[in-house]
């Protein structure tokens, strides 16, 4: 069964469990990650075996993105620079979708198709956040972004499934002393306040840890609502989170992950997570959560009409912690699928 616990209660009972990772003092400005002898080539028999533990069939695939066809393209307008993600959806249309920065350049953030850090055959969507450059709510205070926007949905449904890879310079993160749930992998927007939704809620997945060196990685989830404040310093309450403490996240290799939604109130809504890692036999659940999916106050349900599923967003503070350790906050994506149905 899996073990629900709100985010205070989560992070006051939990004790030290991992041992602090000792990270290399000699690390190149792009940290390439070294060739892994023993990693199995990730196969679609593979992810088959993989998925065989979940109890969910999803339906009606809407991408699939595995990143050896697709493309990154820089662009140029009025503004400056951007990258979009060029990809065909599974009828053979081309699409694409703005990635997202926010702030600096190229030497500060940026998302590009590399090679897989256990396979050299295969490629992979690879996040390089070094510098925050986004101003932040405070005066002095900044954060950095990378994130795939999708806009102009409409949905009530999503099945994702996807691997992640924490590159291990993100052992650095452990060694931060405090506390911190600011470290977002993922979000959900039920009405974005920057269209002039009226009652704005989201989702958020996060990577977390509790406070002490050497404090292990863990995902939480929070359902919020906006409260106030300008367009990009927003106030929000949660009003529901959870910590997944019966998985900790581990460094340097590869997790498999899916996550369900389904719009309603605090009696329908759902928000689903599970996930895998190396050495486990199947699927663990993480978060199987039945709450409200939109504001409370809504007159009518709101549907999913933003998202952004694949992000790398936190603040300065864990940025620039694991920079001045030697290190770069970088994440791995690959296998990306997307579903209406479960």
């Not at 694949?310 to 770069?328: A, E, Q, T």
């Amino acid at each position: 069964m899996t073990k629900k616990l709100s985010l205070l209660v989560a992070w006051t009972m939990l004790v030290s469990v991992s041992q602090a990772c000792v990270a290399s003092e000699e690390k190149k400005e792009t940290s390439q990650v070294a060739q892994s002898q023993t990693s199995q080539k990730h196969t679609p028999q593979t992810r088959d075996a993989v998925y065989k533990s979940s109890p969910y069939k999803p339906t009606g695939l809407l991408s699939n993105l595995d990143f050896e066809d697709e493309e990154i393209i820089t662009l140029k307008d009025k503004k400056g620079d951007y990258d979009v993600l060029v990809y065909q959806l599974p009828k053979g249309e081309t699409t694409q979708v703005a990635i997202q920065y926010q702030g600096g350049n190229i030497n500060d953030r940026r998302a590009r198709i590399t090679t897989d850090p256990e396979d050299r055959e295969n490629h992979t969507l690879h996040y390089w956040l070094k510098n925050a450059r986004v101003p932040g709510q405070s005066k002095g205070k900044f954060k950095g972004r990378i994130q795939v926007n999708v806009s102009g949905l409409n949905e009530t449904s999503l099945f994702q499934r996807y691997r992640l890879y924490l590159h291990p310079d993100l052992a650095l993160y452990r060694q931060h002393p405090q506390q911190n749930t600011w470290f977002s992998l993922s979000a959900l927007w039920m009405g974005t306040p920057w269209n002039g939704h009226e009652y704005p809620f989201n989702i958020v997945l996060n990577l977390a840890k509790p406070a002490g060196v050497g404090a292990g990685l863990y995902f939480t989830a929070k359902g919020s609502v906006r409260t106030g404040g300008a367009i990009n310093r927003g106030k929000w309450k949660g009003i529901w989170g959870e910590a997944g403490m019966n998985f900790q996240v581990p460094v340097g290799e590869w997790i498999d992950i899916e996550i369900g939604y389904t719009a309603g109130d605090k009696n329908t809504g759902r928000f689903y997570m599970a996930a895998k890692r190396e050495k486990d036999k199947e699927l663990t659940t993480i978060f199987d959560i039945t709450n409200w999916t939109y504001h409370p106050k809504s007159p009518k349900l709101v549907p999913v009409t933003f998202w952004n599923p694949l992000k790398l967003y936190s603040g300065s503070r864990i940025i620039n912690f694991i920079r001045d350790k030697g290190g770069v906050a970088q994440l791995y994506w690959d296998d990306f699928e997307i579903y209406q149905n479960w």
